[in-house]
């Protein structure tokens, strides 16, 4: 094979390629309800990197995720939407394009981090993760007297993403159909939802490897030696917890397109363990495990809500048979998941597919000539061996 080739057929490249084509196919062949998950993992994918992001590599810990999620999801609900109602039961709304709306949920969900910043800045490991907590406790707080933005309790319904008068729904255009395959609005979502989690691996893969990340990777290994090469420790964490709170707007707005109705429980602290989990299991400081664990922690539930019925102390949500339900299951899951890769593969995912320290290194080319015997300066020979 040819030295140029082989680096573009290598096993990961080509199993990177099947996964792409596998995606962009699979709404031809699969039914809403996996297409739904799917998009669900989707936005799970989005605030896993955003919290690795600043966990795994700036080494700040966060437990209000859910929090800013909430701000995403809200905010896009708010903006794109009309007002409505009367009294008690009204609805306000900026009545924004759907476009327009999603990247200010974002820009929202950023300012809210950039306001919370000056904390990040200051505190670290624990003790910024309490003070995340209570962010989780006041959105809660919020989102269930603030009826006129959230609709309280009962949740509001969350206006379609449309482009150029394109619907990511069931309406305009109407009967839409690719090779034969009709195309409602999950289909359509679900190239919406590949598109954001693209230019969120790149933009992550990008902030890593530059300038930032090696910054953010100094300030975790150590804050004095950061500062003592020149690193403005607090304003890297700072932008840190920012960045990770726009990545988590994104994954609260596309949570709520494909909800298609945003009620406050989904927001709970319950929610923020379940991103921990993630980039714990996937492996911190690494985008692409924090992406598979984020896949799997949110697809087990329906995995074992659909299969529940022959798994063994496994018992259908809603009946009277012995055994956990599919979420409870799946927490459980989670909890032994993580302590498995604590004690066995503290990497987590990102470690069983890294170089394992047993390969043999490729080896460096062979130099062309010996070295030159070194001239004695005041004799100008060579020296007698």
């Known amino acids: 094979m040819s030295p140029l080739l082989s ?133 809660q707080h919020v989102m269930l007297t603030s009826h006129a933005v959230t609709g309280g309790f009962n949740g509001r319904a969350v206006t379609p993403m449309e482009v150029f008068g394109f619907s990511f729904s069931d309406a305009s255009p109407g009967g839409l159909t690719v090779l034969g395959v009709p195309f409602g609005g999950i289909e359509r979502l679900w190239y919406l939802g590949l598109a954001l989690v693209a230019v969120g691996l790149f933009t992550a893969y990008g902030l890593r490897q530059g300038r930032p990340g090696r910054a953010l990777g100094a300030i975790r290994d150590s804050e004095t030696a950061a500062a003592v090469m020149g690193v403005p420790v607090a304003r890297y964490r700072c932008a840190a917890f920012v960045v990770s709170c726009l990545y988590a707007g994104a994954a609260g707005a596309l949570t709520a397109l494909v909800f298609k109705r945003v009620v406050p429980d989904h927001f709970g602290l319950a929610l923020s363990i379940d991103y921990l989990a993630m980039i714990v299991i996937g492996g911190l400081g690494s985008v692409g495990g924090a992406a598979a664990a984020a896949v799997l922690v949110s697809l087990l539930p329906q995995v074992l809500t659909t299969y529940a019925d022959g798994l063994p102390l496994v018992a259908p949500a809603g009946s009277d048979a012995f055994g956990a339900t599919p979420g409870e299951a799946a927490r459980y899951l989670y909890g032994a998941a993580i302590v498995l890769i604590l004690t066995l593969r503290p990497g987590g995912l990102a470690s069983l597919v890294r170089r394992r320290p047993g390969t043999t290194p490729t080896p460096s080319p062979a130099p062309l000539a010996p070295p030159t015997p070194a001239i004695h300066p005041s004799h100008g020979k060579e020296p007698t061996p």
């Not at 039961?89 to 009545?95: H, I, K, T, Y």
């Open 7 to 139: 680096p573009l057929l290598s096993p990961r490249r080509a199993a990177a390629a099947a996964g792409v084509v596998l995606l962009l196919v699979l709404p031809l062949y699969a039914d809403g309800f996996w297409l739904q998950s799917g998009l669900f993992a989707m936005a799970a994918v989005l605030g896993a990197i955003g919290l690795n992001l600043l966990t795994g590599t700036a080494g700040q810990l966060s437990l209000g995720h859910a929090f800013f999620l909430a701000v995403g999801a809200y905010g896009y609900v708010w903006l794109s939407g009309e007002p409505s109602g009367s009294g008690t039961g009204r609805l306000s709304g900026l009545g924004l394009p759907p476009v327009l709306a999603f990247v200010l949920a974002i820009a929202l969900a950023g300012a809210a981090g950039g306001l919370f910043s000056p904390i990040a800045g200051r505190l670290r490991g624990m003790y910024l993760g309490v003070a995340t907590i209570a962010l989780v406790f006041l959105g």
